[in-house]
């Protein structure tokens, strides 16, 4: 049975994510100890006492060194998968895993993004707002009738029944007005702090694309699947630093990856990072497909690891 690491993005994160792997696990403690950030990462991730893991140009560090993390206790229980793919930030993470970037690369990469995330948002009015049970053609209609009060578009596909939107506050609440006309379910504002994957993060992908000429990415020595294409790479597409370039300032599509997974015939996903979001989505794309059999594990905890390596065992 094929197997995919699915890695979680921005929004999942918590105080205290990863002390009890970084207290029970040698590959996990290393990755922490390997890594110079101008913060003190354990404290922030372990305690938070700032409150600050919110904040994205802190956020985007402390998962992917978690995700980081986790990969490295896998590797040393030699258990592997065959394709790998991230929600947004979570993208840096796979790439990690395949090989392609170190992982102390992926958390200097993760913390530059969130620093010129978190700038290209300051002094503006923007939102995010998750919509749920509307098409996506509706969706596109209530945001070209909303673009009078300013940019909004479609930022995330991100499973069947669930798309998100982003834009200029004015825009985003006019389109999820209109969409709730249009027969939407609901429409929920997202505490975000940033117009995330849309032409407003503009200036955060001119900084990647100068930041990446100092970076190497290697081939990937599994199959990554990109939020930009959603699927995997193919002759003449843009190379690696280009994907993640466009993935700032456009759409993601998790529920095409997820659909280019499970008809490849994986049945066996593990979400690695804090929270079940990706699990739910793979649940929902699995039924929209109407799939069965789909196994869905999350690995966070200390307690989650033990328990694979006991299945691994048996």
Do not use: W
Not at 110 to 122: C, L, N, V
Not at 213 to 223: G, N, Q, S, V
């Amino acid at each position: 049975m094929s197997i995919a690491f699915l890695y979680a993005g921005q929004g999942s994160q918590h105080a205290g994510m990863g002390k009890d792997l970084y207290e029970s696990y040698p590959e996990f403690r290393e990755v922490y100890e390997g890594i110079e950030l101008p913060f003190d990462l354990r404290r922030l991730s372990f305690e938070d006492p700032e409150g600050l893991i919110h904040e994205t140009k802190y956020t985007q560090p402390a998962l992917v060194a978690f995700a980081c993390g986790v990969t490295a206790i896998l590797r040393g229980m030699d258990f592997r998968a065959d394709y790998a793919a991230g929600l947004s930030l979570g993208e840096y993470s796979a790439l990690s895993y395949a090989g392609s970037i170190d992982a102390r690369t992926a958390v200097q990469l993760a913390a530059f993004r969130g620093d010129a995330m978190q700038r290209a948002s300051q002094g503006l009015a923007c939102g995010m707002s998750a919509v749920l049970g509307l098409p996506e053609e509706k969706l596109s209609e209530a945001c070209e009738r909303a673009s009078e009060k300013g940019l909004v578009s479609i930022c995330n596909y991100n499973c069947p029944g669930q798309l998100v939107i982003g834009g200029e506050s004015e825009a985003v609440e006019e389109a999820g007005r209109i969409a709730l006309e249009l027969g939407a379910k609901r429409v929920i504002p997202l505490k975000v702090s940033g117009p995330f994957h849309t032409a407003l993060m503009k200036s955060a992908g001119d900084a990647l694309s100068e930041y990446f000429k100092k970076i190497h990415f290697k081939t990937p020595e599994c199959t990554v699947l990109y939020n930009f294409l959603g699927r995997e790479r193919r002759e003449g597409d843009p190379e690696i630093p280009e994907l993640l370039i466009e993935q700032v300032q456009k759409p993601v599509r998790m529920e095409s990856i997820l659909r280019e997974l499970l008809g490849k015939g994986v049945r066996s996903f593990y979400e690695i990072g804090p929270g079940k979001t990706l699990s739910g989505f793979v649940k929902k794309t699995a039924k929209a497909m109407e799939i069965e059999g789909v196994e869905i594990t999350s690995l966070e905890t200390a307690e989650e690891i033990e328990a694979l390596r006991e299945r691994m065992r048996g």
